[in-house]
């Protein structure tokens, strides 16, 4: 079997062989054409001009840089001892014209450099030049000598630029190292200032003697803060009053208005009790000591009130009052010692709060030290490396200013511009055929290398293995092999559908029908048949499939979907409704005359398209169209449905809803890698059950033969699955 790129090349050239021919064609006359020149004249004699340089012997150099450009010196290339300063100066001094210099740089100055060794030396010190010229030796050593002198002195010019340009940048480096050495000691000078007393303490040991007495005067402040709350509740205890309500009763039993209004309280109560045994409660005496009694207690309470002050805004009871206004003189004493002691408390605190918070700073200020250290050892650092990045630049600036008065040229004249004779040459005699032969040749070459090309470029899948090579890697599954029909491709007036006399033809599509039956009943009960692009044969492969179909005995519905084309329903022998086009919405909307049984076939019933339509896909998406559909799913066992092509439209996804799963259909030829990768993508991104697909069109398919069952029992190998598909073989072989 011949491999695929074989294929491919042939195919190829069977269609652009007329190129390839034009291609031959053109190198035999193209040759030709170079074969009848007339020999050319023979050439104009040539002189020559040599000279050699050589690396000048420096002076003793007691500078470094000396050295170093006494060292690059010797690295000389051809495109430095062409630069653009010594074609200036050559050709101001011999009054030559530009391009004229552009010339002898590029054709007639031949210059040979030494190679240099694994370490970068010169394996001589000779640089030889030669000069041709056309016009006469004088002007041949006149120009040779010119560029040899300007040479030379290029190369003195070369090492004092450099050194003039070392000494210009190690300047302005300078300035700039000095700033920086500056800028880097005026930071650790600022640093040092702002935290060099901290520094210092952390070092002499203060700051960690501070630590250690801040933390001796809080065990100080707690014990005497300890004995003081001891003597506190020690008084609480004997007094039963918290320093609050001491303070309370203190101020109110201090004070002298206060106990002469509560001495007359008491007064007035005794008296009272001695007239309420005696007197009824309205007696004016009764009555005048109640409101006596009423009126000092308001003033008694306003006055508690007034010592109290803000201490208590909500007015106080007055038993409250006078149970604590009644301290005498020893609980008053100690209640003014709990008063002491708890303002003693209170300060003894305050202390201690402000011995902890200097001992936290202290020890923040502690805990800050390896930070400042290591921030002033890298300004340390930082000063101490710019110091030594500016002694290193002032030192190698000093060496280059040094170095400018032993600067000399690195090459000199070894030997003189001279003339050098040249033997005339003789013309080259041109065999005719030989290069019309070649120029054959090539074209040969170039015609099937632009066939090769063409079949490359070529992304149409002209095989059916490239078919089935393509579809598996996409993982769609090949339900079938389809044969060529001859009256379909090249017959317009013929129909494609093989209704009678076919029955070799039919078995192929009946092997497609008994394949889609294994996906499961009802996973193909409605097919989508569509392709790719147009020419591929979708609508005969749906033709045929349900014709096949039908003689299986299944009641089988063709629709025809494709509303963007005329109906083709005179392939079976039905003739659609004429005013179906013009109400195609009533038309389908009429079930029962809209479906046609088809004459000649049994069990096969056809849709025919109603189209052209304008409104294709507002068709395909109304409810009358819908619902036929879904009826037809009840009544027939199979629905095929013929839809445009997914390059055309997407009415095969608008329709997709209603059916199974979707049947692609190929043919060798026709169908384009690019096309057939991005539909599969389309219908992949789109969640599209893709059945399968169908390779059209294959020349030389032999019918497939079945075999008889054994009937003693011992197996047989079917094509069909079961005794009705074997039927239909012996029907049609």
């Not at 001491?246 to 039993?253: D, E, F, I, K, N």
């Not at 004249?413 to 013309?427: D, M």
Request: charged share 20%; hydrophobic share 40%; net charge negative.
């Amino acid at each position: 079997m011949a491999p695929p790129i074989v294929k491919r090349f042939a195919i190829s050239f069977q269609q652009n062989y007329w190129l390839g021919l034009l291609t031959m064609l053109a190198g035999f006359g193209i040759s030709g054409i170079v074969a009848l020149q007339p020999p050319a004249a023979p050439p104009a004699p040539t002189y020559k001009a040599g000279g050699q340089l050589t690396f000048s012997e420096p002076p003793p150099a007691f500078t470094t840089t000396g050295n170093q450009l006494q060292a690059e010196g010797r690295s000389i290339s051809k495109s430095m001892l062409l630069s653009e300063q010594v074609l200036r100066n050559v050709m101001e001094k011999l009054q030559l014209k530009p391009e004229e210099i552009v010339q002898i740089r590029d054709k007639n100055l031949q210059i040979e450099v030494p190679e240099k060794d694994k370490k970068g030396n010169a394996t001589s010190s000779i640089i030889s030049l030669e000069y041709t010229d056309k016009e006469s030796p004088t002007r041949a050593t006149l120009i040779l000598e010119a560029f040899m002198k300007e040479m030379v002195d290029y190369s003195r010019w070369l090492n004092t630029s450099e050194l003039r340009s070392r000494i210009e940048a190690l300047s302005k480096r300078l300035a700039q190292v000095q700033e920086a050495l500056t800028a880097a000691e005026n930071r650790f000078y600022r640093y040092i200032s702002q935290e060099g007393s901290d520094l210092l303490a952390i070092q002499d040991g203060s700051l960690f003697s501070g630590i250690t007495s801040s933390q001796q005067r809080q065990r100080e402040l707690q014990l005497a803060l300890q004995e003081v709350e001891g003597r506190i509740n020690n008084l609480i205890s004997q007094l039963g009053l918290t320093p609050e309500q001491a303070y309370t009763s203190v101020a109110l039993s201090a004070d002298p208005l206060l106990a002469n209004l509560r001495a007359q309280i008491l007064q007035t109560e005794l008296q009272l009790e001695r007239l309420q045994l005696d007197l009824k409660p309205e007696h004016p005496n009764i009555v005048r000591l109640l409101k006596q009694k009423q009126i000092n207690e308001k003033l008694f309470q306003e006055r508690a009130q007034e010592l109290m002050g803000a201490r208590n805004l909500t007015p106080v009871p007055l038993a409250q009052i006078r149970q604590d206004s009644s301290l005498d003189p020893s609980r008053q004493q100690l209640a003014s010692q709990l008063l002491t002691l708890q303002t003693q408390r209170a300060g003894l605190f305050k202390q201690l709060q402000s011995v902890v918070e200097t001992e936290q700073k202290l020890r923040q200020e502690y805990e800050k030290f390896p930070d400042k250290q290591l921030r002033q050892a890298k300004l340390v650092q930082e000063v101490e490396f710019q110091r030594i990045v500016y002694q290193n630049i002032l030192t190698a600036l000093v060496d280059a200013q040094a170095a400018e008065a032993e600067t000399v040229g690195s090459l000199s004249v070894a030997i003189p511009a001279n003339y050098r004779p040249v033997a005339p040459t003789k013309p080259t005699q041109t065999n005719r055929l030989l290069i019309i032969a070649a120029g054959g040749g090539i074209g040969v070459v170039a015609g099937f290398g632009v066939i090769l090309l063409l079949a490359l470029l070529d992304d149409r899948l002209h095989t059916p293995q490239e078919i089935r090579d393509a579809l598996a890697d996409r993982e769609v599954p090949l339900l079938g092999q389809l044969p060529f029909i001859f009256s379909s491709l090249y017959r317009e007036d013929l129909s494609p559908v093989l209704l009678e006399g076919e029955s070799g033809d039919l078995s192929f599509y009946e092997r497609l029908r008994s394949n889609l039956r294994r996906l499961g009943s009802d996973a193909s009960k409605v097919i989508l048949i569509t392709s790719i692009a147009n020419e591929e044969g979708k609508s005969a492969t749906a033709y045929n499939l349900a014709i096949a179909c039908a003689h299986a005995g299944k009641r089988t519905l063709l629709v025809e979907a494709d509303l963007r084309a005329p109906s083709k329903a005179e392939w079976l022998e039905v003739t659609p409704d004429p005013n179906a086009s013009l109400e195609p919405l009533r038309y389908y909307g009429d079930r029962s005359n809209a479906i046609d049984l088809v004459p000649g076939v049994a069990n096969l019933y056809v849709l025919p398209s109603p189209g052209p339509q304008r409104q294709a896909a507002a068709i395909i998406e109304s409810s009358e169209l819908q619902l036929l559909l879904k009826d037809a799913r009840g009544r027939f066992d199979m629905v095929i449905v013929d839809t445009p092509s997914l390059s055309r439209c997407n009415d095969a996804l608008l329709l997709e809803p209603l059916s199974d799963g979707l049947m692609l259909v190929t043919r060798p030829g026709a169908t384009r890698s690019s096309l057939l990768n991005e539909a599969i993508d389309q219908l992949s991104d789109a969640e599209v059950p893709v059945l399968g697909a169908a390779i059209n069109a294959v020349e030389d398919l032999v019918p497939p033969t079945p075999e008889v069952p054994d009937l003693n029992g011992n197996g047989s190998t079917n094509f069909a699955e079961n005794t009705e598909e074997l039927e239909i073989h012996a029907r049609f072989n």
